[in-house]
């Protein structure tokens, strides 16, 4: 973890996130929270996350995506050298339902 980012603030608003309770409740948090622009860049992120965790080359998730190099590459090193955030979410989201 960075400790950077471990402040009282972050530990509120990881705790008001934790709070929400369905995608409707999100989409109202976060709309008022982010700009669409901010909304819009961070799922890019988690598209291109999970696009490399399915091994599709950088072009074929620039063009699915819109996403930059920079972007692609940026992620790629959260994959590879991160804290295994994106790989904890994905094992959680793709869970099969019994």
Known sequence: MNKKIKTEAVDRLFDAILSLENRD??????????????????????????????HKTYLEIAEKTGASTATISRVNRSLNYGNDGYELVFKRINKPTE
């Not at 976060?30 to 860049?41: A, G, I, K, M, Q």
């Open 25 to 54: 409740e999100c989409y109202s948090f976060f709309e008022d929270l982010c700009t669409v622009n901010e909304l819009l860049s961070l799922s890019q992120r988690f598209e291109v996350a999970a696009m490399l965790g399915d």
